[in-house]
């Protein structure tokens, strides 16, 4: 049996985000397999769930608070608080007393790890996206003073070039989507690759569980996590660009996850036509009294998990077209797409009280979507991928 290190940000238990969803299933779905051992490196967290078979776990230290120090630092600010002494220690420790098959960097910001991993140990990177990509949108979007707008271009240009590293030592790389996967071939085209989109975790319905009728709120729903600033970003890009269409058609807007309430105090400040809902303990009733999902990430890349929160409870999509990578939908038949949030807004509010058009999207996007997002399957694609180390 094969033994791995698998370099991660946290303690992915339990998984209250996307990337930690992604993460703990991935972890999951490789040891399902049998074929392997993992010991899983990171930061402590919250407090921890059950322990999974034929998995170790060590998190010597909590995530460190941002310093402008990283200024200083050849890594990124991400990179820079993840790669305290005590981490640094624990890797030295595993390489030194374990005989690892090779190493897994889950996300470009643990890349930090190579200094320590000696050459002719393999490498296989997880990515869960471009960041070279979404980390120069995110700082060329960014407006407010100068001073920040340079810290998050020279932050983002240190990325690109600790991503450009991991790639050139990894063996193989995984991507979540095909967009991401192919913009790595442009610079890497000697790579072993592999495409892993999430699985879904929950039950996945043979049709929708009830029809958008009358009766179903006129109300559009957005689920997610409001801490990372493209996510912030994109959230408040919508609200400005929805309230002059959806406010004067009676248009409900909730939005609904993970924030720190005092964001989405300010934000309902701002929007009172809007209704703010954060740290919820379950998204499904949400769902189940919404008419549409919305997803406005025109900023962030990766794969949008919430679409499959929406598609398995009957909810048909709304979402920026750019947004759909590595979901097997067709803008127009299976889902609403738009080039920019104003002209999304604009669909959704032509589209709102069309029960039929609604209806028809979530039974065939579901149709679509119900047999391409197993874990196990998942799995057993990473299990095939590490036998290429």
Not at 11 to 30: F, H, K, N, Q, V
Not at 156 to 169: D, M
Request: hydrophobic residues 40%; negative net charge; aromatic residues 8%.
């Amino acid at each position: 049996m094969k033994s791995y290190l698998w370099i991660t940000r946290q303690d992915p238990r339990p998984a209250d985000s996307g990337e930690l969803i992604y993460t703990l299933g991935l972890i999951r779905a490789l040891a399902a397999t049998g074929e392997v051992r993992l010991t899983v490196l990171g930061h402590r967290a919250g407090d921890s769930e059950s322990d999974i078979e034929g998995v170790s776990w060590d998190f010597p230290s909590s995530i460190a608070s941002k310093s402008p120090l990283s200024l200083l630092s050849r890594l990124p600010s991400d990179a820079h608080r993840l790669a305290d002494p005590r981490i640094r220690d624990a890797l030295r420790r595993h390489i030194g007393s374990a005989t690892f098959d090779g190493i897994i960097i889950d996300q470009a910001a643990n890349a930090w790890a190579l200094d320590d991993i000696p050459e002719d140990l393999p490498v296989f990177y997880v990515s869960h996206n471009h960041e070279a990509i979404v980390r120069t949108e995110i700082a060329g979007s960014q407006e407010g003073a100068l001073p920040l707008r340079l810290a998050l271009r020279f932050d983002a240009s240190k990325y690109a070039a600790l991503e450009r590293r991991l790639c050139a030592t990894a063996k193989v790389i995984s991507a979540i989507t095909p967009r991401d996967e192919s913009h790595y071939r442009d610079d890497f085209p000697n790579k072993h690759y592999c495409q892993l989109p999430p699985g879904f975790e929950g039950e996945i319905p043979s049709s929708p569980e009830r029809p958008i009728t009358e009766e179903t709120p006129r109300r559009v729903v957005l689920a997610g996590t409001f801490e990372w600033i493209a996510k912030r970003r994109n959230l408040e890009a919508f609200l400005h660009d929805a309230e002059s269409l959806f406010e004067p058609a009676g248009i409900e807007f909730h939005v609904v996850g993970k924030a720190k309430p005092d964001y989405f105090e300010s934000l309902s400040q701002r929007h009172p036509w809007a209704r703010f809902i954060p740290n919820v303990p379950s998204m499904a009733p949400h769902l189940r009294d919404a008419r549409i999902g919305l997803i406005p990430e025109a900023l962030g890349g990766g794969f949008k998990l919430k679409a499959l929160d929406y598609i398995f409870h009957g909810l048909p999509l709304a979402s920026i077209g750019s947004a759909l990578s590595g979901l097997p939908l067709t803008p127009g038949a299976n889902v609403i797409a738009a080039g920019t949030t104003r002209e999304l807004a604009s669909q959704i509010a032509a589209r709102i009280d069309d029960h039929e058009h609604l209806n028809h999207l979530a039974e065939s996007a579901l149709a679509r979507c119900q047999r391409a997002f197993d874990w196990a399957d998942r799995g057993r694609t990473l299990a095939a991928a590490l036998r290429k180390l």
